[in-house]
């Protein structure tokens, strides 16, 4: 299992509204495999946190056990 982590706005485009959600791994799962997954738009996430550090290359392959942490784009002046 990937446990996913939806941050702030994201949790009203997450499955049922959830805050955290698992989902089942399975070989080679990338994390633009996940936000398929999902039913994500690969441009509402903007930030990806797995197990605490920051993954900026979206063909990063999760394991088992996994965290993900999804953050919205973020904006400001």
């Known amino acids: 299992m990937v446990r996913v982590i939806f941050k702030n706005i994201l949790k009203e485009f997450a499955p049922g509204k959830k805050e ?8 080679n799962f990338t994390v633009t495999d996940l936000l398929s997954t999902l039913e994500m738009d690969r441009g509402q996430v903007g930030v990806v946190i797995v197990d605490g550090v920051l993954v900026k290359n979206r063909d990063f392959e999760l394991v088992d056990g996994s965290v993900v942490e999804l953050y919205p784009l973020f904006a400001g002046g």
């Open 20 to 27: 955290v959600l698992d989902v089942e791994h399975r070989k």
